[in-house]
């Protein structure tokens, strides 16, 4: 069974994925894509973001766009009806600076006015 990607993906990654009865992708049916050393940075990059501040959801920036995070803005666990706390930022670096000290304003242990 194939199934077609959506027409909204960039036509590098559309290519027919071979898709299972399960609805998974198999190693035979998948293929590398390349990626360039500046997207290999940005996904470090996302990576020690996420290691270091698990309660949030990051998205990488798209045609040099602005990174950005969301978390729950309270300490329990994410649901739909608790607000949420957006953060934006032109580098990884800056992202990292916002969430770090959104997560101490969350936790009680930073200035609520800065």
Excluded: N
């Amino acid at each position: 069974m194939t199934a077609e990607p959506p027409a909204s993906l960039p036509a590098k990654y559309r290519e027919r994925r071979q898709i299972s009865p399960d609805h998974c992708v198999h190693p035979e049916g998948a293929r590398a894509v390349r990626v360039t050393p500046e997207e290999e940075a940005v996904l470090a990059e996302a990576i020690i973001l996420l290691r270091d501040h698990p309660q949030w959801a990051i998205w990488l920036p798209a045609s040099g766009g602005a990174w950005t995070a969301i978390r729950p803005a309270s300490s329990r666990p994410p649901s739909p009806e608790l607000p949420t706390i957006w953060v934006h930022a032109d580098t990884a670096g800056e992202l990292a600076r916002l969430m770090r000290s959104t997560d101490e304003q969350v936790s009680g242990r930073g200035d609520p006015d800065h």
